[in-house]
């Protein structure tokens, strides 16, 4: 940069004036100028040729082709043209240099090129010591600007040392500064040096943040460009593997497949809003961060989940129920209730789907029967156990907050399935628990609620989501470990136990050919008797449903597949020969009988009676035994007994404590006798209030000495009126009762309706008494009525009444 030279400029003259586009020229500043403008070239031409000067002013809008004076800056810069050089599109390059600051005083736009009138604005040089402080506070900024800047080479810093006029050094920096063309007019404006300096310092402190925020900005694109390289690199290397291996996508990216997935799905509205937004956020994530595998999980949820797919029902309720008589014997409530469901369906198109709850023991086919029900209304169905279930995200999802989050088992389910009407099997709802994690029961409210489930939330989804077209079907085996409210959400169908009949059916049509075909035999080669069958079912099982009886008969075909195995083995076109199985081979086959009937005795005795009691594996007989002895009024009852059968024996002796007097039993009789009652199979606890009467007719005959009737059970509760109240499970107390040989069953007279549910072939070999009280009870229980006291007549001083006189007849006496 040279020094300002103005000792040959011809001040107070005319001046040829070429306005400057986007660049302000200072004192001292060599700089390269591209002209294309016609009249800017002739004036130009004409002080290349004159060898004068030239004012060189910026314009104040860059775009304006002829600028007019009001629209050129009055302060610009006198400059000499050094070289000019023609460029083959018609353009002129100029080099010029810079030699003194100038004010435009007049402007003459008439000629050919424009003329200026000038005056020289005369340069200060006054250095104090605050001029001084800011000249070190620009050379400080301008070497930290330098250092950050990659457009100013580092020479310039040495070229600072060599100026000693304040004035030149301020016209070298701001001539060095990338800035606008609007902030360096103000600093080419400013005459004062101090102002001159000021403005420079703010220019400088502006340009070094900027300068700042590029490097921090650089460096972090620099980075996420190395890195983008990088996964772009290992992206086409992925790309390019698949297409070898024939997996190529056809050029669409991850997103896209997202988004139009998204649109297939056919969501709600709300949950398209939620998944678009989702896939936003993703797309700015890294592709390897740990935020973006939970947005895409998300995102695969809410695509994989059925919106609008649904099965068509097969509304033909005759194929219907030939399914269901196919897969299941008997059960004929279930099967009336889903025909019911089938035929309401082809009436009205649309509604809502049922909540059913099958109770029952176990292995009676509550579980198999919910796949017997979508197969025959042409569902998919799915099944999960809630046995040991106890945190409510189980049922509801866990919240995206959690590493490792996940929906809950329902909307797990419906992904499973992929269609928003499937069948829904909850098994073993009654064993629920909850702790410190939330109650599952709750949980399930809403789910298990048509007025509530079509719209159930998920934690996770945190969307709503349609359950109304869901069939959902429960199982469990007993109802009082249910919640009250979610109870009252579920239609209750009970499934009681099978009877030997039943049971016999099922192992011929369904149990049997399954165990055969699974282990290799042709069907129909275990040929089985009746006999041999019911042997199996009464003395080699115990239970309501038929799982051991299917262990019985899988036993049976191992035994015929071994031997098969052990000499030729099935070979095509050679017949098995058959297996004859009857009851004396049973004892070989099977090993020895594992339960044995409960049988009366042999004679009628005083002091045991049978009762009947009903179990989850079915129906048993009761052998209550009471022994009475002289003692001090102790009350012993003892076999594992629960706390409500202690009341009901309690009630039974309060009853015959008030009944002393009408069966001659002597006073105080109880104070002065100790009673002990026992109920054989001590390991096993018993309790419930249904042997009552038999407590009681135990009791009676031990104080009355007369034999209660071996061929006599008796079911239900006593009152301390010796009223009978009714019990449950008459099927199966009245099925233990025929298999004990019993011939005469007493009942309550409340249970007389429930006889409707019990099969002809039990209610034609037993003899079903109906009793109201225990007077009753007695009168068919006993080998002999009980004797009562004869009742006396009072003594009275009235006079008789004679016959024919309508007075009162006497009162008897109190016992």
Same mark, same amino acid.
């Given at each position: 940069?040279?020094?300002?030279?103005?000792?040959?400029?011809?001040?107070?003259?005319?001046?040829?004036?070429?306005?400057?586009?986007?660049?302000?020229?200072?004192?001292?500043?060599?700089?390269?100028?591209?002209?294309?403008?016609?009249?800017?070239?002739?004036?130009?031409?004409?002080?290349?040729?004159?060898?004068?000067?030239?004012?060189?002013?910026?314009?104040?809008?860059?775009?304006?082709?002829?600028?007019?004076?009001?629209?050129?800056?009055?302060?610009?810069?006198?400059? *000499?043209?050094? !070289? $000019?050089? #023609?460029?083959?599109?018609?353009? =002129? %390059?100029?080099?010029? @240099?810079?030699?003194?600051?100038?004010?435009?005083?007049?402007?003459?736009?008439?000629?050919?090129?424009?003329?200026?009138?000038?005056?020289?604005?005369?340069?200060?040089?006054?250095?104090?010591?605050?001029?001084?402080?800011?000249?070190?506070?620009?050379?400080?900024?301008?070497?930290?600007?330098?250092?950050?800047?990659?457009?100013?080479?580092?020479?310039?810093?040495?070229?600072?040392?060599?100026?000693?006029?304040?004035?030149?050094?301020?016209?070298?920096?701001?001539?060095?500064?990338?800035?606008?063309?609007?902030?360096?007019?103000?600093?080419?404006?400013?005459?004062?040096?101090?102002?001159?300096?000021?403005?420079?310092?703010?220019?400088?402190?502006?340009?070094? *943040?900027?300068? !700042? $925020?590029? #490097?921090?900005?650089?460096?972090? =694109? %620099?980075?996420?460009? @190395?890195?983008?390289?990088?996964?772009?690199?290992?992206?086409?290397?992925?790309?390019?593997?698949?297409?070898?291996?024939?997996?190529?996508?056809?050029?669409?990216?991850?997103?896209?497949?997202?988004?139009?997935?998204?649109?297939?799905?056919?969501?709600?509205?709300?949950?398209?809003?939620?998944?678009?937004?989702?896939?936003?956020?993703?797309?700015?994530?890294?592709?390897?961060?740990?935020?973006?595998?939970?947005?895409?999980?998300?995102?695969?949820?809410?695509?994989?989940?059925?919106?609008?797919?649904?099965?068509?029902?097969?509304?033909?309720?005759?194929?219907?129920?030939?399914?269901?008589?196919?897969?299941?014997?008997?059960?004929?409530?279930?099967?009336?209730?889903?025909?019911?469901?089938?035929?309401?369906?082809?009436?009205?198109?649309?509604?809502?789907?049922?909540?059913?709850?099958?109770?029952?023991?176990?292995?009676?086919?509550?579980?198999?029967?919910?796949?017997?029900?979508?197969?025959?209304?042409?569902?998919?169905?799915?099944?999960?156990?809630?046995?040991?279930?106890?945190?409510?995200?189980?049922?509801?999802?866990?919240?995206?907050?959690?590493?490792?989050?996940?929906?809950?088992?329902?909307?797990?389910?419906?992904?499973?399935?992929?269609?928003?009407?499937?069948?829904?099997?909850?098994?073993?709802?009654?064993?629920?628990?909850?702790?410190?994690?939330?109650?599952?029961?709750?949980?399930?409210?809403?789910?298990?609620?048509?007025?509530?489930?079509?719209?159930?939330?998920?934690?996770?989804?945190?969307?709503?989501?349609?359950?109304?077209?869901?069939?959902?079907?429960?199982?469990?085996?007993?109802?009082?470990?249910?919640?009250?409210?979610?109870?009252?959400?579920?239609?209750?169908?009970?499934?009681?136990?099978?009877?030997?009949?039943?049971?016999?059916?099922?192992?011929?049509?369904?149990?049997?050919?399954?165990?055969?075909?699974?282990?290799?035999?042709?069907?129909?080669?275990?040929?089985?008797?009746?006999?041999?069958?019911?042997?199996?079912?009464?003395?080699?099982?115990?239970?309501?449903?038929?799982?051991?009886?299917?262990?019985?008969?899988?036993?049976?075909?191992?035994?015929?597949?071994?031997?098969?195995?052990?000499?030729?083995?099935?070979?095509?076109?050679?017949?098995?020969?058959?297996?004859?199985?009857?009851?004396?081979?049973?004892?070989?086959?099977?090993?020895?009988?594992?339960?044995?009937?409960?049988?009366?005795?042999?004679?009628?005795?005083?002091?045991?009676?049978?009762?009947?009691?009903?179990?989850?594996?079915?129906?048993?007989?009761?052998?209550?035994?009471?022994?009475?002895?002289?003692?001090?009024?102790?009350?012993?009852?003892?076999?594992?007994?629960?706390?409500?059968?202690?009341?009901?024996?309690?009630?039974?002796?309060?009853?015959?404590?008030?009944?002393?007097?009408?069966?001659?039993?002597?006073?105080?009789?109880?104070?002065?006798?100790?009673?002990?009652?026992?109920?054989?199979?001590?390991?096993?606890?018993?309790?419930?209030?249904?042997?009552?009467?038999?407590?009681?007719?135990?009791?009676?005959?031990?104080?009355?000495?007369?034999?209660?009737?071996?061929?006599?059970?008796?079911?239900?509760?006593?009152?301390?009126?010796?009223?009978?109240?009714?019990?449950?499970?008459?099927?199966?107390?009245?099925?233990?009762?025929?298999?004990?040989?019993?011939?005469?069953?007493?009942?309550?007279?409340?249970?007389?309706?429930?006889?409707?549910?019990?099969?002809?072939?039990?209610?034609?070999?037993?003899?079903?008494?109906?009793?109201?009280?225990?007077?009753?009870?007695?009168?068919?229980?006993?080998?002999?009525?009980?004797?009562?006291?004869?009742?006396?007549?009072?003594?009275?001083?009235?006079?008789?009444?004679?016959?024919?006189?309508?007075?009162?007849?006497?009162?008897?006496?109190?016992?």
């Amino acid at each position: 940069m040279k020094k300002e030279n103005t000792q040959d400029i011809p001040w107070d003259d005319t001046l040829p004036l070429l306005p400057l586009r986007d660049i302000v020229l200072f004192p001292g500043m060599i700089a390269p100028l591209f002209v294309g403008r016609e009249k800017s070239i002739l004036a130009l031409d004409k002080c290349f040729e004159d060898k004068k000067f030239l004012m060189l002013s910026a314009q104040k809008d860059p775009a304006t082709n002829d600028p007019q004076p009001e629209e050129i800056h009055e302060v610009g810069c006198v400059a *000499e043209v050094t !070289q $000019i050089l #023609r460029l083959p599109e018609g353009t =002129v %390059k100029a080099i010029v @240099e810079g030699r003194s600051r100038a004010r435009i005083k007049k402007l003459d736009t008439s000629g050919r090129y424009l003329v200026a009138k000038v005056e020289r604005l005369e340069p200060d040089h006054t250095e104090d010591a605050e001029v001084k402080a800011l000249i070190r506070a620009v050379k400080t900024s301008f070497e930290r600007y330098v250092k950050l800047s990659s457009q100013i080479p580092n020479e310039t810093i040495n070229t600072l040392a060599g100026i000693d006029k304040a004035g030149d050094l301020a016209d070298l920096i701001a001539a060095s500064v990338i800035a606008s063309s609007e902030e360096k007019q103000k600093i080419l404006e400013a005459v004062t040096l101090q102002e001159r300096l000021e403005s420079l310092a703010k220019l400088m402190q502006k340009e070094i *943040e900027i300068l !700042q $925020i590029e #490097r921090r900005v650089r460096n972090r =694109v %620099k980075k996420q460009m @190395e890195k983008s390289q990088k996964d772009y690199y290992l992206t086409e290397q992925m790309r390019a593997i698949q297409k070898e291996l024939g997996k190529d996508t056809g050029g669409r990216t991850e997103f896209e497949e997202l988004r139009e997935k998204i649109k297939a799905s056919v969501m709600s509205k709300e949950a398209e809003e939620k998944a678009l937004k989702e896939l936003s956020r993703l797309e700015q994530m890294p592709p390897m961060s740990a935020e973006g595998t939970v947005s895409r999980n998300y995102i695969d949820w809410l695509t994989d989940v059925p919106w609008s797919k649904r099965t068509r029902d097969k509304l033909d309720i005759k194929a219907a129920e030939k399914i269901l008589n196919t897969d299941h014997y008997g059960l004929d409530k279930v099967k009336e209730r889903i025909l019911e469901y089938l035929a309401v369906r082809k009436l009205v198109n649309k509604m809502k789907g049922p909540i059913l709850c099958f109770v029952g023991p176990p292995g009676v086919g509550k579980t198999s029967l919910g796949k017997s029900i979508a197969r025959a209304m042409g569902r998919k169905f799915s099944r999960f156990s809630l046995g040991g279930v106890r945190d409510e995200a189980e049922i509801r999802g866990h919240r995206r907050t959690y590493i490792g989050s996940f929906p809950g088992r329902i909307v797990q389910s419906m992904k499973k399935t992929g269609v928003k009407n499937p069948v829904i099997m909850l098994d073993e709802i009654d064993k629920i628990s909850s702790d410190f994690r939330g109650d599952p029961a709750s949980a399930l409210l809403e789910a298990l609620d048509p007025e509530q489930n079509y719209a159930f939330n998920d934690h996770y989804m945190e969307v709503d989501y349609d359950l109304s077209e869901v069939m959902f079907i429960t199982t469990a085996n007993l109802l009082h470990t249910i919640p009250r409210p979610l109870l009252d959400r579920m239609e209750v169908i009970q499934i009681s136990g099978y009877i030997d009949i039943e049971k016999q059916n099922i192992a011929r049509r369904f149990l049997l050919p399954k165990q055969e075909k699974q282990h290799g035999l042709p069907a129909g080669n275990i040929d089985i008797t009746d006999s041999a069958l019911l042997k199996i079912i009464r003395n080699y099982t115990r239970e309501a449903g038929v799982r051991n009886l299917e262990r019985e008969l899988a036993k049976l075909c191992r035994k015929k597949a071994r031997k098969i195995a052990e000499t030729s083995g099935v070979k095509k076109g050679v017949k098995v020969k058959k297996s004859h199985v009857d009851e004396n081979r049973l004892a070989e086959l099977l090993g020895e009988i594992k339960f044995r009937d409960d049988q009366t005795g042999k004679k009628d005795e005083i002091g045991i009676a049978t009762g009947l009691a009903w179990t989850e594996t079915g129906g048993v007989t009761l052998r209550i035994e009471t022994s009475v002895f002289t003692g001090k009024g102790k009350f012993m009852l003892t076999g594992k007994l629960g706390e409500v059968m202690r009341e009901s024996a309690q009630a039974a002796l309060s009853y015959l404590r008030s009944k002393t007097g009408e069966f001659a039993l002597p006073k105080g009789f109880h104070s002065n006798t100790d009673i002990h009652i026992h109920i054989p199979e001590g390991a096993i606890p018993k309790d419930g209030p249904s042997a009552g009467i038999t407590l009681a007719v135990a009791m009676a005959s031990a104080f009355l000495k007369i034999p209660v009737r071996r061929d006599v059970a008796m079911t239900g509760e006593i009152t301390l009126r010796g009223d009978v109240l009714p019990i449950g499970g008459l099927k199966e107390k009245l099925l233990a009762a025929l298999r004990a040989g019993i011939k005469i069953v007493l009942i309550p007279e409340e249970n007389a309706r429930d006889l409707k549910e019990v099969p002809a072939n039990i209610l034609e070999s037993l003899k079903v008494e109906i009793v109201r009280n225990m007077d009753e009870v007695l009168l068919h229980a006993l080998a002999k009525p009980p004797a009562k006291r004869k009742k006396a007549r009072s003594v009275s001083n009235k006079p008789a009444v004679k016959k024919g006189d309508p007075g009162r007849t006497p009162r008897p006496a109190l016992n």
